[in-house]
């Protein structure tokens, strides 16, 4: 079993930055792809960004490439999206999610989800 906390979210301007954090503890396994995934208000939950982790591969949605950084520490097994020129638009409960498979893989596929962050940019 793995275990997930996001930190980090909070209240930013419009065009402002944050990183989130995703610290992974439990069972790890040899090939797995974490991923962000956000929930806004009425809205369905959607995909941000994937990374593999044993090669670093990386995945964005359309709407935050360029502007989101997924990244990992092997050490502390924490996991983080650095965003940045932030939009009212990205206000979201942000969600950590691990899946013991390798690619770009679908939700469904997510078996590990943390309690999610809520971001929040003012206009």
């Known amino acids: 079993q793995l275990q997930l906390v996001e930190s980090g979210g909070g209240l930013v301007q419009a065009g402002g930055s944050l990183r989130l954090s995703c610290a992974v503890s439990?069972?790890?396994?040899?090939?797995?792809?974490m991923g962000w995934f956000r929930q806004a208000p009425g809205k369905e939950r959607e995909f941000v960004t994937a990374?593999?982790?044993?090669?670093?591969?990386?995945y964005y949605a359309n709407s935050v490439e360029g502007r989101f950084t997924i990244s990992r520490d092997n050490a502390k097994n924490t996991l983080y999206l650095q965003m940045n020129s932030l939009k009212p638009e990205d206000t979201a409960i942000y969600y950590c999610?691990?899946?013991?498979?390798?690619?770009?893989?679908?939700?469904?596929?997510?078996?590990?989800w943390g309690q999610g962050t809520q971001v929040t940019v003012s206009s």
């Open positions: 439990g069972r790890t396994f040899g090939s797995y792809t």
């Open positions: 990374l593999t982790w044993s090669t670093g591969r990386t």
């Open positions: 999610a691990a899946a013991s498979l390798v690619g770009p893989i679908t939700e469904n596929k997510y078996g590990y």
